[in-house]
């Protein structure tokens, strides 16, 4: 009776191992880079101070507007106030006095 000898190979014992170090490197890389990753989470939070801070220069500006406004009211009506926005309507200014324009972005 005949019989035949196999020769056991290597390549048996390896798949299993490099199929699980396929799956920890896609999971592994996706869990730092994906949508909800390590690297978003960091992003997010440098995107939400930067929006934090346009939000407190945002209030900042409402609060002077709404300082300026309730200058302009009826019965607490500045005289200095009501010049300042004279002058600017008119672009008008006194034969003594010192203009200086400001760019509109720095307002």
């Not at 939400?48 to 200058?71: G, I, M, P, S, Y």
Request: with cysteine; proline share 3%.
């Amino acid at each position: 009776m005949w019989t035949r000898q196999h020769k056991q190979r290597n390549t048996g014992r390896l798949i299993i191992p490099s199929l699980c170090a396929l799956f920890l490197t896609y999971f592994g890389f996706h869990a730092y880079h994906g949508e909800f990753g390590i690297y978003s989470k960091y992003r997010l939070q440098a995107q939400a101070a930067e929006l934090q801070a346009r939000l407190d220069a945002v209030k900042a500006r409402r609060v002077d507007f709404e300082r300026r406004v309730q200058l302009l009211h009826e019965g607490t009506l500045e005289k200095d106030m009501l010049d300042e926005q004279a002058r600017k309507a008119l672009n008008l200014s006194q034969p003594d006095e010192i203009t200086i324009m400001l760019p509109a972005s720095a307002k």
